[in-house]
């Protein structure tokens, strides 16, 4: 399995709290991802980032933010978490920005009360 | 836009039978297509992709992928269904023509593959 650690497994939150996620990955890729899974839509990508302090939005990035300042860590931010954020949450990583394919982590699963 | 189908929420098969797992895609150039699997409370793996030449893709675990450009679909194949192969299958695709895509995939909803003995 790829070396990709994701912090917290699991969290319960309430509304208007801030949240970070954190990915750590060991493998030295410079493609990093988040993406969130819901029931009905599949995963749907947050924000990406292709190299320390690049970062761009994905398809569903309003509410977060993200930060690479280092080439094994992207953290993924809820400034105000809301109910509608409830979700499992994947980081992702690969070392190829056109065909390879991605390395998932375990998942954070947030609960927005 | 890209956009993935899978138009089936869920396929039972009996163990021993063939499966199949449906996908569709729609971009606006060539497609590079790709297939993972994800188990109870895992992330998802990667299975098979294909990005150019033959048509029919072999992967992870026995399965296998059609590319067919003229019915725009990438359907996942496996001649004998195992038990194990119980899980939910994303179909994922990417416009070959995005260069500054940065692999970012588009994924379908999935579907969920149950595999009976």
């Known amino acids: 399995d790829a070396g990709i650690t994701q912090s917290p497994r699991h969290k319960v939150t309430e509304t208007g709290t801030p949240v970070t996620l954190r990915c750590h990955q060991t493998e030295n890729h410079r493609y990093m991802y988040w993406y969130r899974q819901d029931p009905g839509h599949g995963l749907r990508l947050i924000h990406y980032?292709?190299?320390?302090?690049?970062?761009d939005k994905g398809e569903v990035s309003d509410g977060y933010s993200v930060s690479r300042s280092k080439t094994e860590d992207f953290l993924l931010t809820l400034e105000s978490a809301t109910s509608s954020q409830t979700s499992v949450y994947f980081c992702?990583?690969?070392?190829?920005?056109?065909?390879?394919?991605?390395?998932f982590g375990e998942g954070s699963r947030l609960t927005v009360l | 836009a890209q956009s993935v189908a899978q138009p089936e929420d869920q396929v039972n098969v009996a163990e021993g039978n063939p499966l199949t797992v449906k996908c569709t895609y729609s971009v606006s150039g060539n497609p590079y297509l790709f297939w993972y699997v994800q188990y109870p409370n895992r992330g998802l793996q990667f299975l098979l992709k294909y990005i150019t030449g033959d048509n029919l893709v072999k992967g992870s675990y026995g399965f296998e992928a059609e590319f067919n450009k003229s019915q725009t679909s990438f359907h996942l194949k496996k001649p004998s269904a195992l038990v194990s192969d119980s899980a939910l299958y994303f179909c994922?695709?990417?416009?070959?023509?995005?260069?500054?895509?940065?692999?970012?995939?588009?994924f379908g909803a999935g579907t969920r593959l149950a595999v009976h003995p």
């Open positions: 994922a695709v990417r416009d070959r023509r995005d260069s500054g895509g940065y692999n970012k995939l588009i």
């Open positions: 980032s292709y190299g320390v302090k690049d970062t």
């Open positions: 992702a990583i690969s070392n190829d920005k056109n065909t390879g394919e991605l390395f």
